[in-house]
């Protein structure tokens, strides 16, 4: 494509050579530059790509998408200056390749919790409902039955349009999208078309990143300000977010609820550690997914499908045979009872519901006693400090016994991580805590500890199969070593 058809209805500052030049690829990464790359110099918050400009034109780039033209430009070589070239990039993605996400329907989730919930949940109900079906989530990235793996929870915008493109040659019609607030104030959706958003809920997260709560709120709202008209924002009114984020869009404003009126209203009868029962839109219905958290995220999906233009009985029949994704209340379970579960709960919030609904549903009439609850918590390196020692109380509190082990420690100290969580638990609570690094040894302790029916909560990695330690990525998947654990009994 020529450049000049590559910036269509782009703002520019300024242009130097010629805007004629063939465009093979697209980069904002130097080192994948090649002859005909048009690099991309985006201000990141550990690099600057401006300072690698020279790199990009030594290793073939014919053009130059930039903030500020270097001081010596290069002959042969052509530059575009923009206000914000992350922002510009968006754009010129969704021009190379054609712009793929306005010949699909493309529903973006966003939230603190739940994103990845909704996201596979829909994926699953439309790919039951017969469509070929696209996924981008924290999980995998996944065309049908092709599984790609994810490095981020939103690609960067460059490599959703090849993904995108990917979908629409499969003969994809829908695709399911995680929407994270970093990814919103880092323009890694700018010049993608919805036809959909969905709001889940909010609470304190990614504050090392955003800086303050209302930074993360004015983020997670900036996705809905982008959508068009054309498009509905369907938002959880039970979180007392949840209208905010309605407050500046244009598009159609849907709600779902489990409390007050709502476009789409659901109600709990029932809950176990087994299924969920529920009404919803007045029509009964048995779940395979658990708790109260999983009720809203059903009634999102339902909403989402409704209106989407689906069938409301052949959604709910078909909702009701989905399975919960991997590492989201996955249970593990003992040959002698002891019942594993295994949830991505990483922040306070999503601790709490999960350890709420254990609580609630642990004690059943073939019991002659009252279980366990035996929670394994860490808490990650390299990202918001401050829930630390919340997320510790919290497990003290609604736990009979807590290990605090080591999550993904990143580049910091492992025992510094612990000490922060350890300021969290009361006095009279030290006595139920134990500490112990190694994560793989805090599951093996937590399983002997653990009595038949007894149910250990091992939270915050999930799906994850892997331990990242001084940057390196070390196999690691918790219901592996619960399974392993298991056996030893």
Request: glycine share 6%.
């Amino acid at each position: 494509m020529q450049l000049k058809d590559l910036f269509y209805k782009i703002p520019l500052l300024a242009t130097s050579g010629s805007m004629n030049t063939d465009v093979t690829s697209l980069t904002m990464d130097s080192r994948k530059v090649g002859p005909g790359s048009l690099f991309i110099a985006v201000r990141g918050t550990l690099t600057d790509g401006h300072s690698y400009i020279e790199t990009a034109i030594r290793q073939g780039a014919t053009a130059i998408l930039c903030e500020e033209f270097p001081a010596e430009l290069t002959q042969n070589t052509a530059y575009i200056k923009v206000q914000d070239s992350a922002r510009a990039m968006g754009f010129v993605a969704a021009n190379f390749y054609n712009q793929p996400s306005k010949k699909l329907k493309l529903v973006g989730v966003t939230g603190t919790n739940g994103k990845t919930s909704v996201a596979t949940l829909l994926f699953r109900l439309f790919r039951s409902l017969g469509y070929r079906c696209g996924m981008l989530s924290t999980i995998q990235n996944q065309i049908d039955d092709e599984i790609i793996p994810a490095t981020h929870t939103t690609p960067d915008v460059i490599t959703t349009n090849q993904l995108l493109t990917k979908m629409l040659a499969h003969g994809c019609t829908h695709v399911f999208m995680e929407v994270s607030s970093h990814a919103v104030v880092q323009e890694r959706i700018a010049g993608l078309s919805f036809v959909g958003g969905i709001f889940t809920n909010i609470t304190h997260d990614h504050l090392d990143f955003h800086g303050t709560f209302d930074n993360y709120i004015r983020a997670k709202k900036g996705f809905f300000d982008q959508l068009p008209a054309s498009a509905f924002a369907l938002t959880n009114v039970d979180d007392k977010r949840g209208l905010v984020m309605l407050q500046n869009t244009a598009a159609r404003k849907e709600s779902y609820s489990l409390q007050t009126l709502a476009t789409f209203k659901g109600k709990v009868i029932a809950d176990s550690l087994f299924g969920l029962n529920m009404f919803i839109d007045e029509r009964e219905v048995w779940f395979k997914l658990i708790g109260r958290f999983n009720a809203y995220n059903l009634l999102s999906v339902y909403g989402t499908a409704i209106l989407l233009g689906e069938d409301p009985l052949e959604t709910l029949t078909l909702l009701s045979g989905i399975t919960p994704p991997a590492g989201r209340f996955e249970q593990v379970v003992s040959e002698d009872k002891i019942v594993g579960i295994v949830d991505y709960a990483h922040t306070p919030d999503a601790l709490q519901n999960v350890l709420e609904t254990i609580n609630t549903l642990r004690y059943t009439d073939e019991q002659d006693y009252m279980p366990q609850i035996i929670t394994v918590i860490g808490c990650g390196g390299n990202r918001d400090a401050a829930k630390r020692p919340i997320m510790a109380d919290i497990a003290c509190r609604l736990s009979n016994y807590v290990i605090l082990t080591s999550d993904n420690p990143r580049h910091e100290d492992p025992m510094a991580i612990l000490e922060q969580m350890q300021a969290g638990v009361s006095p009279v609570d030290v006595k139920k805590t134990r500490t112990v690094e190694d994560r793989h040894e805090a599951i093996r302790q937590a399983v002997a500890m653990a009595r038949p029916h007894d149910i250990i909560l091992v939270a915050g990695k999930g799906h994850e199969t892997y331990q990242e330690i001084k940057g390196i990525k070390y196999d690691f998947d918790d219901r592996m070593v619960l399974r392993e654990a298991f056996a030893e009994r």
